[in-house]
């Protein structure tokens, strides 16, 4: 038998003429939703099983969102789109509910159990055979459980993924928090303006909002906050409340309330009060009337997301009122139209109150005393990690702490403290770790939940999030917020099958760049449990050696204490004792640096420079050697990039390349500054083989970032 060999050359020619043929340029607009034609074999099966789509009663918005999703993803996997029809075929499509098709369930106990068992927006997927044809059944008991179950089923063709599936969401909430001015411009928001254009709103309804509602339903998010945490007054006039009214509307078909952020002090002023006292009638009142001019225009609103004392923001406390005296009497108003209050557990002693003497343990402190005492409709917010969404933090203390209050998790997608939207860091990951932390109260974090929110990072930006691997965070979290058990590693391939390939010389070496990216941003920023350290107030690039901030909780040098001894935080009993506020069992393992994680060590200890790592090497050298390693896989992350040149269309190759080439010199310039500041701090020499940073220590110091974008 002849064997032809193709010179690597050509082959690698032959494969490019392939992959331009087949990837024609993309811009992210589509997202993981593109709908790119199949390869003819999947074809072939596709097509013999989408014959026809059958929804049996009366269409609704929503089963129309779920037709047209269907028709659309058929038509770009396929090249045509079946038509619908009003009865079955061998090979239909069937979306049905036991109440749109009485007879599916009627004669099928095990059917009726199995989706007993899926809630009310639960799916199931099945090939089977519904009154004597062959089927591919999308069954629900709703009409947002079949559009749920239209997009899951579009996910396994689009991928080849399995074609029975049944799946309800663990969290009731899964919502996304926009950080949105109504000027359009976004506290740390990285991906352009706003989407939300307020001036245009209500009668100018840009179809990024129906785009935007589509994505979310694909992942299941049913709420979304629609302004920033701190928010205006304004926000709560009739105008706005049309404008919301008008976002409500494009949303509702697909499963998603809105809710707003409210300002603590709003009707005091709007000038319609003389107080914002929660105990005040007056104020009780106002409230009252506000929610039910709300609830007339938008009958299903959600409810409102408040931060009250926290950086300035008004709140009960400045009526030396509790935090559940404020949520309650906001709970009381928007109880009878069956509204939620979630109240932010971030907080910030006012000036003059209360101040913990460590800024991780405020929270806990104001919070845990109150638990039990806020009303049946309160959730109380609270963020992943104590101090604030660090590359790294430890789970927050009060997970597991309040057993008698429901807790939402606050994620953030947007990456303020990592990088931006310049930085690759799959959040993945960073969720997955806080979400099976055990608090040791027979739970898991992600057990303790009854919500999720995600700070978001959509914008503007053609791709939506600023960079096309940011896309992934938005997936990965609404994944998370539908099952907080599923693991970061499978959703990042199916990300990646979805949003570049299914091909797995693509999707596989994809996914393992995911799996290193947020932990080389870890190394390269604050590795070893070091926080906080990133620039004054637009939180980029590397500031260790602020020291003249107002507070004292603002400087980067109270959370790394470094000095001519050593560095960490000490919060053992020794020191500030957060510890304390963790269940025993992890109060007793971290009260040790020997039995403390390794990447949480400096979190908690404060140690000898000359400290003797598992490693063998002192703390010092491995402080050293993890920041070279942040650099060194930012390096591997763009090498891995460009192998992949032949197989990614032009357009996002080219983009992601540049991204990547900005990170490996965002990632020098932590590593160097860093170095050459704690090295200015340690008095200790570079070990041999340790590379100088480029410039001396007031070089760094001198950078100034007047105009980095998503400042608050
Ligand atoms: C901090 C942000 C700030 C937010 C605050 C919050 O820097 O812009 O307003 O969180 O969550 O991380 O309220």
Not at 211 to 219: P, T
Not at 544 to 571: K, M, Q, S, T
Not at 591 to 608: C, G, K, S, V, Y
Request: charged share 20%; hydrophobic share 40%.
């Amino acid at each position: 038998m002849m064997r032809f060999f193709l010179p690597a050359a050509l082959a690698g020619l032959l494969l490019s003429l392939a992959a331009t043929v087949f990837a024609a340029d993309e811009d992210g607009y589509d997202l993981w939703l593109r709908y790119r034609p199949l390869e003819r074999a999947a074809q072939t099966t596709l097509k013999a099983q989408t014959r026809n789509i059958v929804l049996p009663g009366a269409p609704t918005p929503t089963t129309d969102a779920a037709l047209a999703e269907l028709q659309r993803g058929l038509k770009g996997m396929l090249g045509q789109a079946p038509a619908t029809a009003a009865t079955t075929v061998d090979g239909s499509l069937l979306l049905a509910t036991p109440s749109r098709l009485p007879s599916l369930t009627a004669a099928d106990a095990a059917l009726r159990a199995d989706l007993a068992a899926l809630g009310d927006e639960g799916y199931l997927l099945r090939q089977t055979r519904v009154h004597g044809h062959k089927v591919t059944l999308v069954a629900a008991n709703s009409d947002i459980g079949l559009l749920y179950g239209a997009f899951a089923w579009l996910r396994g063709a689009a991928i080849g993924g399995t074609a029975a599936a049944s799946s309800a969401p663990k969290l009731q909430l899964r919502l996304l928090n926009h950080w949105d001015n109504l000027d359009r411009s976004v506290e740390r928001g990285y991906s352009g303006q706003s989407i939300w254009d307020w001036w245009g709103l209500p009668e100018i309804k840009d179809q990024r909002y129906t785009d935007y509602a589509r994505a979310n339903a694909s992942l299941g998010i049913n709420g979304t906050v629609l302004n920033n945490v701190n928010s205006k007054p304004e926000v709560l006039t009739a105008s706005f409340i049309a404008k919301t009214a008008a976002v409500a509307d494009i949303l509702r078909p697909y499963g998603i309330k809105v809710y707003l952020s409210a300002r603590f002090s709003t009707p005091l002023e709007l000038h319609e009060t003389s107080t914002a006292d929660p105990l005040a009638p007056e104020v009780q009142q106002w409230w009252k009337n506000k929610a039910d001019e709300i609830y007339k225009a938008i009958p299903d609103f959600g409810g409102f997301l408040v931060k009250a004392n926290s950086e300035g923001q008004p709140g009960p406390q400045d009526y030396h009122r509790t935090h559940a005296d404020g949520a309650n009497m906001l709970a009381a108003a928007v109880a009878p139209h069956k509204g939620i209050v979630m109240w932010r557990a971030f907080v910030y002693a006012p000036k003059g109150a209360h101040l913990a003497d460590d800024r991780a343990k405020q929270a806990y402190e104001e919070f845990k005393p109150l638990d039990g005492k806020f009303a049946a409709n309160v959730l109380v917010q609270v963020k992943n990690g104590a101090i604030d969404f660090q590359p790294r933090e430890p789970f927050h203390p009060l997970f597991g702490a309040m057993p008698k209050t429901p807790l939402m998790m606050e994620f953030q997608i947007t990456k303020e403290y990592l990088g931006y939207s310049t930085d690759m860091a799959y959040l993945g990951t960073m969720y997955e770790e806080t979400l099976e932390s055990d608090t040791h109260t027979g739970k898991t974090v992600a057990q303790t939940l009854s919500g999720m929110a995600g700070v978001a990072n959509i914008g503007s930006d053609r791709n939506w999030s600023g960079s096309h691997f940011d896309q992934a965070n938005w997936y990965a979290y609404g994944r998370l917020a539908w099952n907080p058990q599923a693991k970061a590693r499978d959703i990042a391939a199916e990300w990646a099958a979805l949003t570049f390939s299914p091909d797995r010389r693509v999707a596989g070496p994809i996914v393992d760049m995911m799996m290193i990216s947020r932990e080389a941003v870890v190394n390269y920023m604050t590795p070893l449990g070091l926080h906080h350290m990133m620039g004054t107030s637009h939180h980029h690039g590397p500031a260790p050696w602020v020291d003249n901030l107002e507070r004292p909780d603002w400087n980067p040098v109270y959370y790394h204490r470094a000095d001519r001894n050593g560095i960490g935080f000490n919060r053992t009993a020794s020191g500030s004792n957060a510890l304390e506020q963790y269940a025993p069992e992890i109060a007793r393992q971290y009260a040790d640096p020997r039995t403390t994680p390794e990447q949480l060590l400096l979190w908690f200890h404060h140690l000898p420079w000359d400290y003797a790592m598992p490693s063998g090497r002192t703390l010092w050298a491995e402080l050293l050697a993890r920041y070279d390693k942040g650099v060194a896989d930012t390096r591997q992350l763009h090498a891995r990039w460009v192998a992949l040149k032949p197989l990614i269309d032009a357009r996002r190759y080219a983009d992601v390349e540049q991204h990547l080439t900005r990170q490996i010199n965002n990632a020098v310039l932590w590593r160097d500054a860093c170095v050459a500041y704690f090295q200015s701090v340690s008095g200790l020499p570079l070990p041999p083989g340790v590379q100088p940073p480029a410039h001396p220590l007031e070089y760094y110091k001198a950078l100034r970032y007047p105009y980095a974008p998503g400042r608050g």
